[in-house]
């Protein structure tokens, strides 16, 4: 039977401006983009697949032109900023994944592989087999894997963490949690496709029975309710700073958060922002534009 085909969005920027147009695609079609970048010219392809072509509107096309002309003027360097729609085989994007995505050793104690590779681990690391569908997260990108080292840091040999993802995408995070040992294990994304790709993908690492998905929005998250010890979001600057108190809310006395997705340039204000409410900054990496930090109660 013949695949159904894709319709692809893509629009190409710099890293300075990825952040921003990557929250212009999500705002205006509710899609998180997957992102490639070019390793000789560090341009960024920000992607959105969508099954119907006219899910992409003349009014879109002009939005869309509106707020890229939007995020130039307020000082972000946008070029080249090009948009290109095409329709798009659904095999050929799943071939795209196998030319893009390889086995990641985040750390002798863990292994990232898609299901098509044949890689085989090394004496006791743990493995995550993962197949990401259109959602984002392969442990490629460097703020996905600083949080995957912060997680295989922080376990505790003695006893169960708590673990909360925050913006879960594929799943890989919390997937990767309930095989190091935590539990429970919780997490959540606005977007309802990609928890279908994690639920997908916590079966398949059979995990099913120790990860619990759900679809929420953040800024309706209640304030209050289970605390966590290890936190994880992976999430714009906006995001963490607009919705710090309901992240904090909890997280114990003892508890660790591990804040990415930030743009090195904005960092600085989300450290501020987490110090202000009690935090101290124990670790931090700086990859390229991005930084990420793990924090503790003082």
Not at 46 to 68: D, I
Request: proline share 4%; net charge positive.
């Amino acid at each position: 039977m013949k695949s159904q085909p894709l319709w692809q969005l893509m629009v190409t920027t710099t890293g300075d401006a990825e952040a921003a147009v990557a929250a212009l695609l999500e705002r205006q079609f509710g899609l998180r983009p997957s992102i490639f970048v070019d390793a000789a010219t560090q341009v960024r392809a920000l992607s959105l697949f969508l099954e119907r072509r006219a899910a992409y509107t003349a009014a879109q096309r002009q939005a869309l032109a509106h707020g890229l002309a939007g995020i130039k003027r307020s000082g972000l360097a946008t070029h080249p900023a090009r948009i290109r729609f095409r329709r798009l085989a659904a095999e050929n994007w799943a071939e795209s994944w196998k030319r893009h995505f390889k086995p990641i050793e985040v750390s002798p104690a863990l292994l990232i592989k898609p299901s098509w590779s044949r890689r085989r681990p090394r004496r006791g690391q743990v493995v995550v087999t993962l197949d990401p569908g259109l959602s984002f997260g392969t442990g490629q990108h460097p703020t996905t894997a600083f949080c995957l080292r912060q997680l295989v840091a922080g376990r505790h040999s003695e006893q169960s963490l708590s673990f909360l993802d925050i913006g879960t995408g594929s799943g890989i995070l919390a997937i990767a949690a309930a095989k190091l040992g935590y539990g429970p294990v919780h997490g959540f994304d606005a977007d309802p496709e990609a928890i279908g790709v994690a639920r997908r993908n916590a079966k398949s690492n059979r995990v099913s029975g120790l990860v619990h998905f759900e679809t929420r929005d953040l800024a309706c998250w209640p304030a209050r309710g289970r605390r966590y010890d290890v936190i994880g979001a992976n999430l714009t600057d906006d995001l963490l700073l607009a919705c710090s108190g309901r992240i904090l809310s909890r997280l114990p006395a003892q508890g660790r958060l591990v804040l990415a997705g930030i743009l090195g340039r904005r960092f600085e204000t989300v450290r501020r922002h987490y110090t202000t409410a009690g935090l101290r900054l124990v670790a931090s990496e700086r990859v390229g534009e991005w930084r990420s930090g793990a924090f503790v109660f003082r």
